[in-house]
């Protein structure tokens, strides 16, 4: 389809199999194939022309854990050989460690772009929540409850405090201060959900609830 002389079709055609790890499987027909294989297969399709720009949606769809991993990597490697790979996908928690660049779509309109650091930093009103691990987590627990941007403070331990904080910025400069001050021992300081799962949940609330 691409114009190729039949050799160079079929030698194209041998080593994107061997990219997508289905070289030893190239000789059934497609329709004896499970999904996740037909994934790899149609992946093989966009790649052996070698494009400069990748478009893919949902390429992970059906494909099992093992053959995630290697299809994450595949898309690392590509984007590394200074290709642009486009992922269009509802799993939002891979993209946190795989795409440099996310954007937000809702209801056909693109409603946030950007590094996902990026973005969450721009949200001072994303709630987030915190998991602190102090022998003193009451009397720490008394000193936060009094700060504007604390919603939320339970104790489900001795030792644990559960927090959820808007302004994350001038919260943990607070905490700093606080901690410092006081003498707190902090055994573990845990962000709960910064992911992107949780950013996507919050700007959709924001766009269909703004009030």
């Given at each position: 389809?691409?114009?190729?002389?039949?050799?160079?079709?079929?030698?194209?055609?041998?080593?994107?199999?061997?990219?997508?790890?289905?070289?030893?499987?190239?000789?059934?027909?497609?329709?004896?194939?499970?999904?996740?294989?037909?994934?790899?297969?149609?992946?093989?399709?966009?790649?052996?022309?070698?494009?400069?720009?990748?478009?893919?949606?949902?390429?992970?769809?059906?494909?099992?854990?093992?053959?995630?991993?290697?299809?994450?990597?595949?898309?690392?490697?590509?984007?590394?050989?200074?290709?642009?790979?486009?992922?269009?996908?509802?799993?939002?928690?891979?993209?946190?460690?795989?795409?440099?660049?996310?954007?937000?779509?809702?209801?056909?309109?693109?409603?946030?772009?950007?590094?996902?650091?990026?973005?969450?930093?721009?949200l001072d009103t994303?709630?987030?929540?915190?998991?602190?691990?102090?022998?003193?987590?009451?009397?720490?627990?008394?000193?936060?409850?009094?700060?504007?941007?604390?919603?939320?403070?339970?104790?489900?331990?001795?030792?644990?405090?559960?927090?959820?904080?808007?302004?994350?910025?001038?919260?943990?400069?607070?905490?700093?201060?606080?901690?410092?001050?006081?003498?707190?021992?902090?055994?573990?300081?845990?962000?709960l959900d910064a992911?992107?799962?949780?950013?996507?949940?919050?700007?959709?609330?924001?766009?269909?609830?703004?009030?």
């Amino acid at each position: 389809m691409h114009g190729f002389p039949r050799g160079e079709a079929l030698r194209r055609a041998e080593d994107t199999l061997v990219q997508v790890g289905m070289a030893d499987r190239a000789d059934r027909p497609l329709g004896t194939y499970s999904k996740g294989m037909r994934q790899r297969i149609k992946l093989a399709q966009a790649l052996v022309h070698d494009p400069e720009l990748l478009v893919l949606d949902e390429p992970l769809n059906g494909v099992d854990p093992v053959g995630r991993v290697e299809l994450l990597q595949l898309f690392r490697e590509l984007a590394a050989r200074g290709k642009a790979v486009l992922i269009s996908s509802h799993i939002l928690d891979e993209m946190d460690t795989l795409a440099d660049q996310i954007l937000f779509v809702c209801r056909g309109r693109l409603i946030a772009s950007g590094p996902l650091e990026k973005i969450r930093a721009m949200l001072d009103t994303f709630p987030l929540r915190i998991r602190v691990l102090t022998p003193e987590a009451r009397r720490l627990a008394g000193l936060l409850v009094p700060l504007d941007m604390v919603r939320s403070v339970a104790l489900p331990s001795g030792d644990e405090l559960m927090l959820e904080v808007e302004r994350a910025k001038e919260f943990f400069g607070l905490l700093a201060d606080l901690v410092t001050a006081n003498g707190f021992d902090l055994e573990r300081l845990q962000i709960l959900d910064a992911s992107t799962e949780a950013v996507f949940e919050y700007l959709m609330r924001t766009v269909t609830h703004p009030w």
